[in-house]
């Protein structure tokens, strides 16, 4: 083993990889997780090149870390996959999936089996700047819906999109009686459920008394 190869063991095993670990087969996938790290001040090397496999190789012979990231991308079955990982992982080990699907039964499924989150590529800044673009060019304007684990990111989207409304972590066609259901532009100007429906059949009067 080269000097330099057991310098890189010797830092990993004193960090113990408390705080992060990632793990991504995708070289800009890769460069993103890095960029995550250096912003924590964490080490360069808790981002590491590989799968959920390279992910569980890892694991079953060093402590969990507090976050987990894995690329879901060499995985064949990603559902599986999370499940493996949460069985591998502490119990609270944050465990947040990326992968290049877009499914809402597939984000309930990872989540269900124990991922903290789904995150579906790209995720740069600018790549949700061109969702929200291409979201508010279409002349309807019901209600949108985002998945994301940041609170900033989905308040930002909501005051950005123009729709009737914005659902969070869940398909844009949810809805209860109580929402104010209803769109802008060409998906209507009212809204629906039970306060609107009372306010619609009542008649308002004036009165005024002078005595």
């Not at 459920?193 to 009372?198: E, F, L, M, T």
Request: proline share 4%.
């Amino acid at each position: 083993m080269s000097s330099a190869a057991a310098m890189m063991n010797r830092l990993r095993e004193a960090y113990h990889h408390d705080e992060f670990l990632a793990f991504s087969s995708d070289p800009s996938m890769r460069a993103i997780l890095t960029d995550l790290a250096k912003h924590h001040d964490w080490p360069e090397f808790t981002v590491n090149d590989g799968g959920v496999a390279a992910a569980i190789q890892l694991l079953v012979t060093t402590s969990s870390p507090r976050r987990l990231i894995v690329d879901l991308g060499d995985a064949a079955d990603p559902v599986t996959a999370v499940q493996m990982l949460r069985d591998t992982c502490a119990a609270e080990t944050v465990i947040i999936a990326v992968g290049a699907v877009n499914d809402v039964k597939l984000y309930r499924e990872i989540c269900r089996v124990g991922a903290t989150d789904y995150i579906v590529k790209p995720t740069t800044r600018e790549h949700l700047d061109e969702a929200i673009e291409r979201a508010n060019g279409t002349r309807f304007g019901l209600q949108a819906g985002i998945f994301t684990s940041s609170i900033d990111i989905a308040l930002d989207a909501a005051d950005r999109l123009e729709f009737g409304g914005v659902v969070v972590n869940e398909a844009p066609t949810f809805r209860s009686d109580q929402m104010p259901y209803g769109g802008v532009k060409a998906s209507g100007n009212t809204r629906e459920g039970p306060a609107y429906a009372v306010r619609e059949m009542t008649e308002e009067r004036l009165v005024v008394i002078q005595r």
